[in-house]
Structure formats: C-alpha cells, structure tokens
T-cell receptor, first 111, second 113 residues
C-alpha cells in the first residue's frame, strides 16, 4: 500500500535559521503531494501542494518540489519565525482517493 | 460562515457508553473522512464517504460506525466506547478525493474513563 515517511522530530531551530523537513513516499502511479501544518489545538491546514513531477508548491515562504526520481517532497523555508512553530505533516494522494499521512514533525522555533 | 465544524470539541465518557461525534460541512463536498490522531501514529483513517449513502472502511474501522444520510453531515459513533478509543478525532472533506486537498475541522478531544 501507499506510505509516507517523514523525518522524525522534534526539530528545534533558532529564528531566521534554514528549515528542511524530509519527506519520501511510496505510491502507485503519480500521486498528488501535500504539506499540512497543525497549530496547537487546531485541525490541519493545507500549506502547499504539487500535483505532478517537478512542480513546486509554495506558500508563506515555504517551498517543496515534487521529485519523481527520488520520490521525495522535502519542505524548506529560508528563514523561520517563532510563529512557524507547529507540527508539519506530509501527505500523498494515492490510488484509493484517500490521503496517506506521514507521522508528523514537531517544529519549535526559538527567539 | 462556510467551513467544516465538529461537535463537541471536548467529551469525557465512560467505558461501554455510546458516543456520537458530529461533523458538518457547508461546501457540498462529495468526500468526507474521519481520522484519529494519536502520539506516535500520526493520523489514521477510520472511515470515509464518497457521497451520501456511500461509506467505506479505512485503516482502523473496528469499534466505529458511520452514516451519511445527507451530503453535509457525517457522524461517527462509538457504539461501546473503550479506553483505547481515547484520542483526538478529526473530520475532513474534499471536493473529489484523490488529487484534491482535504479541509479539516478543529477536532474533538475524546477521553474514555
């Protein structure tokens, strides 16, 4: 079946540091790929998405590129802020019209 | 306002009781989903629905029942609650499924004593 593996946390960074959260997937065909963010006490919010190979999704300074050759969709941000502290989930839209989620990565940004 | 709402936000109940979690969306999305979120497991799909009167099992359906008599509502029932069902439950919806993002409610935190 489909699966998503993302880097384990927690990740702690200083403000303005560079962020990378790794995500790889296993899926049949060419799934759409998503990053979601969850702030404390809230549901998941869509952060960005990419629907085909070499697409780059971007939002709020975050970026991720759909790499078919490495089956990856790593999340990056050049300069994190304290307000980016949250849990980040990578997800793949597989053949069964469902999303398969990674286990989540807790990010804490210190001032 | 348009969106997806879950109720209640918090619920405490006892082992063996029946409890129903409600989910309502105003977008007329075809697909709706129920997940549970537990530490160390991320989100796991319980049930989903492709349209009114069409439901299907997800990864962890045992102990849960769903129905979808109207497009906008997708209640989740625990017929006889167990402590292992203590979790945070999220409802989500999407327009068509596979390549569409899912939109999540704020969750229901359920504690079973």
């Amino acid at each position: 079946g489909d699966s998503v593996t993302q880097m384990e946390g927690p990740v702690t960074l200083s403000e303005e540091a560079f962020l990378t959260i790794n995500c790889t997937y296993t899926a049949t065909g060419y799934p759409s790929l998503f990053w979601y963010v969850q702030y404390p006490g809230e549901g998941l919010q869509l952060l960005l998405k990419a629907t085909k190979a070499d697409d780059k999704g971007s939002n709020k300074g975050f970026e991720a590129t759909y790499r078919k050759e490495t089956t990856s969709f790593h999340l990056e941000k050049g300069s994190v802020q304290v307000s980016d502290s949250a849990v980040y989930f990578c997800a793949a839209g597989g053949s069964a019209r469902q999303l398969t989620f990674g286990s989540g990565t807790q990010l804490t940004v210190l001032p | 306002d348009a969106g997806i709402t879950q109720s209640p936000r918090y619920k405490i109940t006892e082992t063996g009781r029946q409890v129903t979690l409600m989910c309502h969306q105003t977008w007329s999305h075809s697909y709706m989903f129920w997940y549970r979120q537990d530490l160390g497991h991320g989100l796991r799909l319980i049930y989903y629905s492709a349209a009114a009167d069409i439901t299907d099992k997800g990864e962890v359906p045992d102990g849960y029942v769903v129905s979808r008599s109207k497009t906008e509502n997708f209640p989740l029932t625990l017929e006889s609650a167990t402590r292992s069902q203590t979790s945070v439950y999220f409802c989500a919806s999407s327009e068509s499924g596979q390549n569409q993002p899912q939109h999540f409610g704020d969750g229901t935190r359920l504690s079973i004593l």
